[in-house]
C-alpha cells in the first residue's frame, strides 16, 4: 500500500476514490471499517449517508457488530444484491415506465431465486430438446447446460454485456470453430431469449434480470438518479470483486 493507514482513514472526503489492495487477511476490511467510523465521529456524516455493500449476510452482521461499539445509529451496509433487488421493489413504476416488455403491470415485482429460475431455464431447454432437436449434437444433460446459460447470464449482465451477445461472444473465443459449435451457441441464443421474454412478460426477474433493469431502466432515469443522490452521499465495498 503507497499510502500509510492513517493517510487513508483521514482521506477528506470530497472526490476521493480508493481501491484498497491486499491479499486475504492483509487488513483490508479493518481498514475500511476505520474509514467509516472516522467519517461518522470526526466528519459529522450520518450513518445512512454512507452506503457500504458487502459480500454476503454474514459479513453484513459481522460489520454491525464491530460498528456498533464505536458508532451509535442506523448503518446502511447490505449486499449488492440486496441492495438492487429493493432498488427494483420501490422503484418498480418507473422500470414498468421504461421497460415496454414488462407486460404483468403487478404493483410490486417477483424475484425468482436460483433454484427457481433454473427450473424454468430447465422446462425451457427439455421442451426445445425434444421438439426442435436443440442441442442436439451436445452429450451434457439438461441441468448442466441449464448451469451453464444461468451461469453466463449472470456475467453477460454484471460485464454489462448484452444477452444477445452471449453466444456470438462464446464462440469467437474458441480456439477451433465450426458449424456444429456455432449452432450450439445459436441454440443457446434461442433457449436465452425465450426465457427472458417469458420472465419479462410476466414481471418476475432472476438476478442477472435485476441487473439489467437496474443499469438499463433506473440508472438512465434522472428522478431515480436525484434520489439516489439525495439518499446516499457515500459508497464503501469491500470485497469488490465478489460483489
Known sequence: MAASISDVVELPVE?????LKGCTGSGKTSLLIKRYEYMVKHLGIAGDRILVLL???????????????????????TTFKEFVQEEINTYYPIILKNNPDIKCKRLKPLFLSQQISQFLLNKAVEARRKKRGVFASVAADTPSIVSCLSNNLLKAAASG???????????????????????????????????????????????????????????????????????????????????
Open 15 to 19: 472526490n476521493s476514490r480508493v481501491v
Open 55 to 77: 459480500m454476503n449476510k454474514d459479513r453484513c452482521i459481522d460489520w454491525e457488530r464491530k460498528i456498533s461499539t464505536v458508532c451509535a445509529g442506523f448503518v446502511s451496509n
Open 161 to 243: 454485456i448484452p444477452y444477445k451477445e452471449i453466444g456470438n461472444r462464446l464462440y469467437s473465443s474458441l480456439a477451433q470453430k465450426d458449424e456444429t459449435k456455432k449452432q450450439i451457441f445459436a441454440d443457446a441464443d434461442e433457449v436465452i431469449d425465450a426465457y427472458r421474454k417469458k420472465c419479462l412478460e410476466f414481471g418476475m426477474f432472476d438476478f442477472a434480470m435485476c441487473l439489467e433493469l437496474y443499469v438499463g431502466c433506473l440508472l438512465i432515469d434522472g428522478q431515480y438518479v436525484r434520489r439516489l443522490h439525495e439518499r446516499i452521499e457515500h459508497l464503501i465495498v469491500d470485497d469488490l470483486e465478489e460483489s
